[in-house]
């Protein structure tokens, strides 16, 4: 999603991280990501079930992926999802916040386990390799 303030150009993104896998995921800005297809959420937290979490990383960068501005915030935000019921739980208000709060330069990604972020750091690194390397030393430092 690319959202002009002004002169400004931000382009957000959002990284699933999911069953020890981490993947870009157009469909997580309009919470039809691939984990989220056939799922009926709800916010009654006794959705959850038995599922399993799944974690969304919101990131955002000034101007375009593939430009040199670099990552300039980074959120992070969960789901439940019980696959085999078809439900799932989430508070789509702190998706939306999580969203906001990155385009704005939030770096918080301490809803992240060690896990997850070391999984997102490899995905930068593979495969947004100029957005990685013109992020932020703080960006660096939070995904070790």
């Known amino acids: 999603m690319v959202v002009r303030a002004g002169d400004r150009t931000v382009t957000l993104f959002g990284v ?6 981490a993947a870009l995921d157009n469909g ?10 056939g799922i009926s959420f709800s916010e009654d937290e006794a959705r959850k079930g038995k599922g399993r979490r799944v ?3 919101w990131m955002a960068c000034e101007g375009d992926p593939d ?8 959120t992070a935000s969960e ?11 989430k508070k789509l208000t702190a998706h939306t916040h999580a969203m906001t709060r990155a385009m704005r330069g939030i ?13 997102l750091r490899g995905l930068l690194v593979d495969q947004l390799t100029g957005l990685w390397n013109a992020a932020a030393p703080a960006v660096h430092a939070s995904l070790k």
Do not use: P
């Open 16 to 21: 699933l991280l999911d069953a020890g896998k």
């Open 28 to 37: 997580t800005l309009h919470a039809r990501s691939a984990a989220e297809a």
């Open 55 to 57: 974690a969304v990383a």
């Open 67 to 74: 430009g040199e501005g670099g990552l300039m915030g980074a």
């Open 79 to 89: 789901m439940w999802i019980d696959t085999d019921r078809g439900t799932g739980y």
């Open 107 to 119: 770096l918080d990604l301490s809803l992240l386990t060690a896990d997850e972020r070391r999984l």
